[in-house]
């Protein structure tokens, strides 16, 4: 088990609504980063904060945003949810540099399953 | 094309069987390569970590990378039930090291 904690673990929302969800990075990590999971697909990256700011994005709207707090725990906000954004969120986080195995390593928690009807 | 394609299975084998999986890409700029495995329902699991060509081993696990072919691989030896999972492979560049590009996951099935 990694010590990245996300909630909730499930949620169901309608189309058009906004969602919000958390996510506690493991203890000495700084860097947090978010994942959609589609069914059947791998992971794709929606962006990544570091010291609290945007520090890299994917190809994603804007209606998906986040937040790093100093405690380096974070949030991703989605709003005007689409039924193509029903998946798993992970949220993953990374240790400080000079810190870990590699500076490309990144431990996953255990994802949100959101779907939107 | 997507920059890195993995063979999507579903690949079953007998219990203490040898496992390849394989990943092939496209962006001559990744340099770190990481294989995760997932089960069902949960977050990935890093498993190994490489960053130069060649082989890495842990335990029943080894990484192999080739860059000059653009091609990875982990094989897994005497094979266990436990070992029943989904694996990814991931891959990052040095300007973007934390940003993971991931293949679409192969599934395994060891029976018993």
């Known amino acids: 088990e990694t010590g990245v904690t996300q909630s909730p673990t499930h949620l169901i929302k309608t189309r058009g609504q906004q969602v919000t969800l958390r996510c506690s990075s493991q203890?000495?990590?700084?860097?947090v980063s978010w994942y959609q999971q589609a069914l059947g697909q791998g992971p794709q990256f929606i962006f990544q904060?570091?010291?609290?700011?945007?520090?890299g994005r994917g190809n994603f709207p804007p209606r998906f945003s986040g937040l790093q707090f100093p405690n380096y725990s974070s949030e991703l906000n989605v709003n005007a949810l689409e039924l193509d954004d029903s998946a798993l969120y992970l949220c993953a986080s990374s240790p400080a540099l000079g810190q870990g195995e590699g500076i490309a390593e990144a431990f996953f928690g255990q994802g949100t399953r959101l779907t939107v009807v | 094309q997507k920059e890195v394609e993995q063979d999507p299975g579903p690949l079953s084998v007998p219990e203490g069987a040898i496992v390849s999986l394989n990943c092939t890409y496209s962006n001559s700029a990744f340099q770190y390569f990481m294989w995760y495995r997932q089960y069902s329902r949960k977050g990935p699991e890093l498993l190994m970590y490489?960053?130069?060509?060649g082989n890495k081993e842990d335990g029943r696990f080894t990484a192999q990378v080739d860059k000059s072919s653009k091609y990875i691989s982990l094989f897994i030896r005497d094979s266990q039930p436990s070992d029943s999972a989904t694996y990814l492979c991931?891959?990052?560049?040095?300007?973007?090291?934390?940003?993971?590009?991931f293949g679409s996951g192969t599934q395994l099935t060891v029976l018993p």
């Open positions: 904060y570091y010291r609290e700011e945007e520090n």
């Open positions: 203890s000495g990590h700084n860097t």
């Open positions: 490489t960053y130069s060509s």
């Open positions: 991931a891959m990052a560049t040095w300007s973007s090291a934390r940003q993971l590009t």
